[in-house]
């Protein structure tokens, strides 16, 4: 008897044996090793960051920067073993008392739980296994928490649970966690800030301060009780942090968005040129040229041009449907000037209640004054989403209602001297489109093309001086049937019906003047012109048209913008770009961009184009920026039927270029020019960015000169010359006017606009041919009257006065130009107008 238990008893403890050694086998089983934990670098993201270092934007999965032990405030790791692990510094991996307490809730509770992990375990479940609750799991996770203790410091085991666990929001990492939330490093959390990430690690979708804010705070100041439990605060300061609110760094749209169309071409870049895997898991670094705080200039400049060009359209009635934008929710949006969407909860007579960012807001008749006579009762219902504007910020916050965009748009800012694109906006919002307007879409320019035409003519010889007519012209090719000349010819016309006649260069530009534009690029050369362009990197296929100077093309802002950016720079071209350079994970150079520049054009042909143009802003088309401080150069341009708009514009360093418009192409509105759309968002941008720039002026090329000329003849302004207005002008050298301003030219500039293309002989009769007089006085009876042959009575300008007539010879045989039987001779008057025949191209 005693010996059969004696055997028993062995089998029962080698059975026992047995099962033990193969439940160790099967735990240990597949087990991973942890000599090389340290060195497993975890999938990092993507780094996209502006000049200044400041991150933009990231891409992969995981945004993650990894820092050392060294670069994590104290504070934190005081906060993660108070709330996580307090007994860290005293157990070897696995805490006995922590698994027993677990053990105990699941078997009260009846489920398996996940409490009593140290941070050991953490680490190894968030490298090696997965969150699944199983006793097995557990009990490998205890394993290798023993195991990575023999192998590593309390440090370093701290250090690499810092830079593995979520903090939510896509963020992993300590690092990447405070820039986040608080907008600095790591190393400068402060107590409250610590208390509050090391709360979320347990739940982050729970405890995230952006999205629940109230639970953060209750989460918070539980880990600062832990922190006053643990010695790490006295109950006075536990109470004092516990009393300060939840500060999170606000993550409007706005500023979310604010550099996602430059990202998404940097990520288009880098998936292409380095692969799929190496964008989203080996930590590209990408440092672009953007500047973030004339990126934020821009957000806002074009945001609030947009939006106040569609004030000017009639209200369009709040959001309904499926499509409708989400209410606004985060009280940090709260910002003066930002738009949020609300929700409407009640409707009376004459005034409303809406919800957003976790507060109401009553609006009544002085919030939608811009809308004209609104009646809530009739345009809104319970339930609507409706745009707001923040007024006024703050506790009392006041709103007013908002248009949503009715027009798209788009901004770039770039270094003149280096192509560093400083800010670029493709669109309103990336969110809703992602479509780049700044680089991907091709519109029509309208005027804003003449430059180019103007800087070919000046490099070629024409001045500022030189003197063209305005009035109405029949461009003819010579190919038109002259029973249909009228339908056949080209007639460009301007927005303003009237016309200035006899006047310089420099006015037609300021002016915009289409006539004087067609005309110009005839007589230097379409094919010049195009050689010019193309030497810009210009990329449209131009043709030779007589309309190509009047920007009927199709270019992107990116490429026009560039073009400018050559005349700011003295005729030398450098290509644009945001791409500065690419490093790896470990900041071994990729790539780098470096400047190659282009001279393509004469400096003092650029200098002189760049003075022509600071008329446009001082004079002309754009003189509602005249006032502002500094020295400025720039062109509208506004497209057939409204559908265009657009103002290029620049100082000595600095070149910004605006487009707003209609995706589906159709017309912005009547009157909706460049000056009045483009030009307003080109202003809010260079204003403040060129503030403190007010000396910076163009230099002065050794090839220019400068004289003093009458501005309405642009001939040369003497010491005893009747000129009233004189002003100093700049030539090329060797191009200066030499006629010098009199009594005559004047007098020719009272006559009527289509009589002052005829010279005056030296006894101050005009010299026309006797049928352009014919042809005139039937085509405006009512101003000239022939007396008689050799007398013109004129009434013009309020006044009536006889003009002394010499009649020119007849033009008479064949017109060289035509290819078509009875056309008109170069200059008559046909259609009303007069005929200007193409020149051969050139």
């Not at 030499?738 to 009527?752: D, I, T």
């Not at 006085?777 to 013109?792: I, M, N, S």
Request: net charge neutral; with cysteine; glycine share 8%.
């Amino acid at each position: 008897m005693p010996g059969r238990a004696w055997r028993t008893g062995l089998f029962l403890l080698l059975a026992g044996a047995a099962a033990g050694v193969g439940g160790g086998v099967y735990l240990t089983r597949d087990i991973p090793q942890v000599d090389s934990l340290q060195f497993t670098v975890p999938r990092l993201t993507t780094k996209v960051y502006s000049r200044d270092g400041r991150l933009l934007q990231e891409y992969g999965a995981e945004k993650r920067i990894l820092v050392p032990y060294a670069q994590i405030s104290p504070r934190f790791f005081d906060a993660l073993i108070a709330v996580e692990d307090a007994t860290f510094y005293s157990h070897h991996g696995v805490s006995v008392r922590g698994v027993l307490r677990a053990l105990l809730r699941d078997v009260v509770e009846r489920r398996k739980g996940q409490g009593g992990s140290t941070l050991t375990q953490q680490l190894a479940r968030q490298y090696f296994l997965t969150p699944e609750k199983r006793w097995v799991r557990k009990a490998r996770e205890m394993i290798l928490a023993v195991n990575i203790e023999n192998k590593y410091s309390k440090q370093q085991i701290l250090e690499m649970y810092a830079n593995k666990v979520c903090f939510g929001h896509g963020h992993y990492g300590i690092e990447s966690a405070a820039r986040f939330y608080f907008g600095h490093r790591a190393s400068e959390l402060s107590t409250e800030e610590a208390a509050l990430l090391a709360g979320i690690i347990q739940t982050p979708a729970r405890y995230s301060p952006i999205n629940h804010p109230e639970a953060a705070k209750a989460r918070r100041d539980l880990v600062l009780d832990r922190m006053v439990k643990t010695g790490k605060l006295t109950e006075q300061e536990g109470a004092a942090l516990k009393r300060k609110p939840v500060k999170v760094r606000g993550h409007s749209a706005e500023e979310e968005g604010a550099a996602a169309y430059v990202s998404e071409r940097v990520r288009l870049h880098c998936e292409e040129k380095y692969g799929e895997e190496a964008l989203y898991e080996q930590g590209l670094q990408v440092y672009t040229t953007l500047a973030p705080a004339l990126q934020s200039l821009a957000v806002r400049a074009l945001r609030d041009g947009l939006h106040e060009y569609s004030r000017r359209r009639t209200y369009k009635g709040p959001q309904r449907g499926d499509t409708t934008p989400d209410e606004t929710i985060e009280e940090s949006a709260l910002v003066e000037g930002a738009r949020v969407w609300a929700t409407v909860k009640h409707v009376a007579t004459d005034s409303l209640e809406a919800t957003a960012c976790g507060r109401t807001f009553t609006l009544g008749p002085s919030s939608w004054k811009w809308a004209g006579g609104l009646h809530p009762a009739i345009v809104f219902k319970e339930g609507d989403r409706v745009l707001l504007r923040v007024r006024t910020a703050g506790p009392a916050a006041e709103m007013e209602l908002e248009q949503a965009p009715l027009a798209q748009g788009a901004l770039i800012a770039l270094d003149p001297h280096t192509g560093d694109v400083l800010a670029l906006l493709g669109g309103y919002d990336f969110q809703s489109s992602m479509f780049n307007r700044a680089i991907q879409a091709r519109r029509q320019t309208g005027s804003a093309v003449k430059p180019l035409v103007y800087a070919r003519a000046f490099a070629d010889g024409v001045t500022l001086s030189d003197s063209v007519v305005d009035e109405p012209t029949l461009f003819l090719t010579g190919r038109e049937r002259a029973e249909s000349l009228c339908d056949e010819g080209y007639v460009p016309h301007d927005f303003d019906p009237d016309f200035f006649g006899w006047i310089t260069y420099r006015t037609a530009l300021e002016h915009s003047v289409n006539i004087c534009a067609v005309h110009l690029l005839n007589q230097v050369g379409m094919l010049r012109v195009i050689d010019l362009a193309k030497r810009m990197h210009i990329t449209t296929d131009l043709k030779p048209y007589p309309s190509m100077g009047l920007g009927a093309f199709e270019i992107t802002l990116w490429e026009l913008t560039a073009a400018y950016a050559t005349l700011d720079n003295q005729g030398v071209y450098v290509a644009p770009h945001f791409i500065s350079r690419v490093a790896d994970r470990d900041g071994r150079t990729l790539e780098e961009y470096h400047a190659a520049p282009e001279p393509v054009l004469d400096p003092a042909a650029a200098f002189v184009t760049v003075q022509a143009m600071t008329g446009v802003i001082q004079r002309g088309t754009a003189g509602s920026a005249a006032n502002m401080k500094g020295h400025f150069a720039g062109k509208t341009g506004t497209t057939d039927d409204y559908t265009d708009s657009w103002f290029i514009g620049f100082n000595p360093d600095l070149v910004c270029g605006v487009w707003t418009g209609r995706d589906d192409r159709k017309p912005l509105g009547s009157k909706e020019t460049g000056a009045r759309v483009a030009l307003p968002i080109w202003r809010r941008f260079m204003e403040p960015a060129c503030a403190g720039q007010e000396s910076l002026d163009w230099r002065v090329p050794d090839t220019v000169t400068k004289v003093l000329v009458d501005p309405r003849t642009g001939l040369r302004a003497g010491v005893d010359s009747p000129c009233g207005d004189v002003r100093e002008e700049y030539f090329v050298k060797g191009t200066e006017p030499s006629a010098v301003c009199g009594a005559q030219a004047h007098f020719r500039l009272r006559l009527p606009y289509f009589l002052q293309r005829y010279p005056l002989d030296a006894s101050g009769r005009l010299v026309a041919p006797d049928a352009d007089i014919e042809a005139r006085c039937a085509q405006f009876p009512g101003t000239l009257k022939r007396e008689a042959r050799d007398r013109l009575l004129v009434s013009w300008g309020g006044a009536t006065f006889e003009v002394p007539l010499e009649v020119a010879p007849p033009r008479e045989g064949p017109v060289p130009q035509a290819v078509m039987p009875g056309l008109p001779h170069q200059g008559s008057v046909a259609c009303g107008a007069v005929a200007e025949y193409l020149a051969e191209k050139k």
